[in-house]
């Protein structure tokens, strides 16, 4: 979400081998299904391009984007050669014309930008002196010339001011300072957003760099909550307040003097791969709503989250906090993300997303993402967005095709902004900085399970047909054959809104199934395309049983008594690359043969031809107890249940 700012550091590995079925249980949150809106794909022309260096930061007042970091010159697009310009620009959003009376003159990178309440330009990073005063790491300007707002009284006297975030009068502060306006803080300050005068009610100090050669104490990446209530920190340290905190800190803000929440996770407490990555925490962003927020990362293998993404959800308190889920990449970093309109945009150094499989290469599951990718908030599965950081054939003498950072993801009131220390983006010349417009982007729609009580069963039977039963909840009708000859050779089933999803062999993809998609409507299956050719490794048409629920597929196969999920997002058909297993009593799952949820229950089938139910809560301590199932129907000559396609609907 839009309150953020951020800076990063290069990054390059971490894998996780994960088999493709048994893994331990996992019965965790479940969120819930909701709408989202992705920007285009298709970054914008006019957007002026920087010279050499990298950009870290944005802020938009009206029509106007300043863009800061670390550069020494700046043109307008098409524009032939370059013009002077030291670390902080401004230009028109509309025309992309640069604005040469905004000309403030800093002597080091700007790391961050924030909008005062009064609407002037707040500016931190590493600098001396700006317009030739000295004036460290922290100022506020006029955003029409950049003159010095000299009655603004905030100092960063004390080191580098790397994210500044404004909520409400608040002016949140974080970085490698020791002292802010001439008074100790550690790491993370408040001050008053319309004058820069200090909050003395906010004493939150983070200290104690992580043990490694080189390694400095700084809080690296910042989010204020929505409400105000809750900031979490990312960086390098250990402790915060003297409470015990690795590289993560959550703080609570609601009541007049802020605290150290009880919120812990040892996620990010282990070592990865390599000495160059002391801390790998790199980022963190509240969800629009406040509900939620992502950590991202960098730091190569090892037993914690890294070169990973995670979401943690905000009510959460303890000692032993568990992410919702984890997306990994496979060794490559993750240095900066965004979180906005019901999407996770994440950027850096990686190529592939879904990759728990890879290191250092495509594993099954793994997606094409080239630097940036949008993953679906509900599961961190990569949804179909993909624009690269790859200048295609349009790179100019001198241009970088592919660094290591992505300094900053920030969403505008009218499109996402990327800043980068290269040259490509959307396979066009992009220099340092780009800009996705939501004008061109899509909505993505609520896409789960039918949701009513009562509809039809339909069950597989000989090519090309499937008998089709009425269901009530409790009961069923009389059987009948209903002609469905799209549905040939099909194996597992399931509905999904208007569609139905089907696995079918296929001797020439690698795992010799294909999953199938199709309009489902009054009460037939259309003509079908193939799903994502990323799903070409899943062995769909192994599956006795499936149904999808909440952004999770559930699935049995006929040698494990075991009810897995894997995440899948319906927004191009991508499968996770992780198997995990619920946690059930009293059912010998390999002996289903077929399944489909129903109204809060699953109902499904079995080698013996009877038709069963039982209640399903999937955040449960143990998601299903088999003891309470029921029997519908046994096996009979009008319908005998034994088969892998069984799928419920509406019509």
């Known amino acids: ?51 050499n260096g990298s950009m870290r930061a944005f802020a938009q007042i009206g029509d106007i984007v300043y863009a800061g970091g670390s550069f020494t010159g700046v043109k307008a697009a098409g524009a032939s050669s370059w013009s002077a310009a030291n670390n902080l620009i401004a230009y028109n959003i509309n025309t992309g014309a640069i604005q040469t009376g905004f000309a403030p003159v800093l002597d080091g990178a700007v790391q961050t930008l924030a909008v005062s309440p009064d609407s002037k330009l707040i500016v931190g990073g590493s600098f001396g002196t700006v317009n030739g005063v000295a004036r460290k790491n922290l100022v506020e300007l006029d955003p029409s010339s950049g003159a010095t707002v000299a009655s603004w009284v905030g100092r ?44 003395t009610t906010f004493q939150i100090d983070a200290s104690g760099a992580r043990p490694y050669p080189n390694s400095s104490e700084l809080v690296w990446g910042l989010a204020v909550a929505p409400d105000g209530k809750t900031v979490v920190a990312v960086g390098n340290f250990t402790t915060v307040n003297g409470n015990v905190r690795n590289q993560v800190v959550m703080i609570d803000t609601s009541t007049g003097t802020p605290t150290v929440a009880n919120w812990v996770t040892d996620r990010y407490v282990a070592a990865c791969a390599s000495d160059a990555f002391p801390f790998y925490a790199r980022d963190v962003d509240f969800s629009d709503d406040g509900s939620f927020f992502v950590i991202v990362a960098d730091g190569a293998s090892g037993d914690a989250y890294c070169d990973a993404t995670a979401r943690w959800e905000t009510a959460d308190r303890g000692t032993a906090v568990k992410a ?32 728990a499989n890879g290191v250092d290469a495509k594993g099954d599951g793994g997606v094409d993402r080239y630097g940036v990718a ?135 993809t690698s795992s010799g199934s294909v999953l199938n998609i199709s309009v489902f409507s009054a009460g037939a299956a259309g003509a079908p395309w193939v799903g994502s050719g990323y799903n ?32 899948l997002t319906p927004d191009g058909y991508i499968v996770g690359d992780t198997a995990y297993t619920l946690p059930t009593s009293g059912i010998d799952w390999h002996t289903v043969r077929g399944m489909t949820w129903v109204s809060g229950k699953i109902v499904y089938g079995s080698t013996g031809g009877s038709l069963r139910t039982v209640g399903f809560d999937p955040a449960a301590a143990t998601a299903v107890v088999g003891a309470n ?18 799928f419920f609907a509406t019509s």
């Open 1 to 51: 979400m839009s309150l953020k700012r951020r800076a990063l550091v290069p990054a390059v590995v971490a894998g996780l081998m994960v088999g493709l079925t048994a893994v331990p249980a996992s019965a965790v949150y479940v969120p819930p299904t909701a709408a989202a809106t992705l920007v285009t794909a298709n970054p914008a022309d006019n957007t002026p391009h920087a010279q």
């Open 156 to 199: 960063g006297d004390g080191g580098t001011v790397r994210r500044a975030i404004v909520q409400g009068n608040n002016l949140y502060i974080a970085g490698a300072f020791h002292w802010v306006n001439g008074t100790q803080h550690s790491l993370l300050a408040r001050l008053n957003a319309t004058t820069g005068a200090i909050d």
């Open 324 to 355: 919702t889920w984890v997306a990994y990449t496979g060794r490559d970093s993750v240095t900066s993300l965004e979180v906005a309109d019901g999407v996770v945009y994440v950027a850096g150094h990686f190529r592939w997303q879904n990759n």
């Open 374 to 508: 949008a993953l679906d908030q509900q599961n961190g599965r990569p949804i179909a967005w993909n624009p690269t950081r790859s200048p295609g054939d349009a790179l100019p003498t001198d241009g970088v095709s592919w660094g290591a950072i992505v300094w900053e993801l920030w969403k505008g009131p009218n499109g996402l902004f990327l800043g980068q220390d290269s040259d490509g983006l959307g396979n066009e010349y992009h220099g340092r900085l780009g800009y996705f417009p939501d004008s061109g982007g899509r909505a993505i729609g609520v896409l789960d399970a039918p949701k009513t009580a009562t509809g039809y069963l339909y069950l597989g039977t000989s090519t090309g047909t499937v008998k089709k039963v009425a269901y009530t909840g409790t009961g069923l009708g009389t059987p009948a054959t209903s002609s469905q000859p799209q549905l040939t050779g099909v194996k597992a089933a399931f509905a999904l809104s208007n569609k139905l999803v089907w696995a079918k062999a296929d001797s020439s």
């Open 536 to 567: 070409s490794w899943f062995p769909a048409a192994n599956l006795t049983g499936a149904f999808y629920l909440a952004g999770r597929l559930y699935y049995t196969t006929s040698t494990d008594n075991a009810l897995f999920y894997r995440y």
């Open 629 to 646: 199932s029921t029997q519908l129907a046994a096996s009979s000559t009008a319908a005998t249940w034994n088969n892998p396609t069984l």
